[in-house]
């Protein structure tokens, strides 16, 4: 069994999320979580894939197979988490179109600051 609890207990504190945060986000139950956390309970595949959708990192990272979390660093609140899983689940067109509005925004913001 790969020991994933304090990665999970590592990157829910980086982040400043309670358990009840991500069980609500992720779609799992907090009992079931938090054995996850304290490794009472080996975590399932679907288990995994959710809480790497939710957290935005891969399964080798969330398994400490990978170091590399884009996320590193970047204080994330549960607003810019949420916008960031919104966004994910829509469709890659519609997905695109956002992010390149969204870029376009954000090139005026900065010449408005400069």
């Known amino acids: 069994m790969i020991d994933i609890s304090q990665n999970l207990k590592n990157l829910r504190k980086s ?11 992720a779609n799992i139950p ?4 938090q054995n996850y956390e304290y490794g009472k309970r080996e975590i399932s595949v679907e288990a995994l894939l959710k809480l790497c959708k939710f957290y935005g990192v891969t399964t080798d990272y969330l398994l ?8 590193e660093g970047i204080n994330l609140d549960e607003e810019d988490t949420q ?25 005026e913001a900065q010449k408005i600051n400069d």
């Open 83 to 107: 916008l960031i899983l919104t966004l994910a689940k829509l469709p890659s067109n519609i997905r695109k179109c956002t992010l390149n509005l969204l870029l376009e925004l954000i090139k």
């Open 15 to 25: 982040r400043g999320y309670t358990i009840q945060t991500v069980c609500e986000n």
């Open 30 to 33: 907090v009992r079931t979580y």
């Open 64 to 71: 400490g197979r990978e170091t590399n979390n884009p996320f």
